[in-house]
Nanobody
Framework: QVQLVESGGGLVQAGGSLRLSCAASGGIFSSYVMGWFRQAPGKEREFVATIGWSTLYADSVKGRFTISRDNAKNTVYLQMNSLKPEDTAVYYC?????????????????WGQGTQVTVSS
């Protein structure tokens, strides 16, 4: 069983930056593909980015967000730059077994509790 704990959310002005972290425990971190998803009020959960041996990004964040991982620290990060009000959401970290990158949340096996990101205009 893998446990995921996100941190780093908060309130930031448009154009600002935040770095989210997700600490994993209970599994072999390097063997999991890690992903970030987000859900805004009244909207469905959407894919943000994922990382395994490579990375994949949603078009809406490409060029602004960077996903990375430190296998020695069992942690995945999401660096978010040039934030926009439409980036406001609860951000979730997720893990899936295997090596294939997936943008569908249903393909992920474990989820964190989420961290709120609010971008003011």
């Amino acid at each position: 069983q893998v446990q995921l704990v996100e941190s780093g959310g908060g309130l930031v002005q448009a154009g600002g930056s935040l770095r989210l972290s997700c600490a994993a425990s209970g599994g072999i971190f390097s063997s999991y593909v890690m992903g970030w998803f987000r859900q805004a009020p009244g909207k469905e959960r959407e894919f943000v980015a994922t990382i395994g041996w490579s990375t994949l990004y949603a078009d809406s964040v490409k060029g602004r967000f960077t996903i990375s991982r430190d296998n020695a620290k069992n942690t995945v990060y999401l660096q978010m730059n040039s934030l926009k009000p439409e980036d406001t959401a609860v951000y979730y970290c997720a893990a899936r077994r295997g090596s294939a990158l997936r943008a569908n949340g249903n393909d992920y096996d474990y989820w964190g509790q989420g961290t709120q990101v609010t971008v003011s205009s």
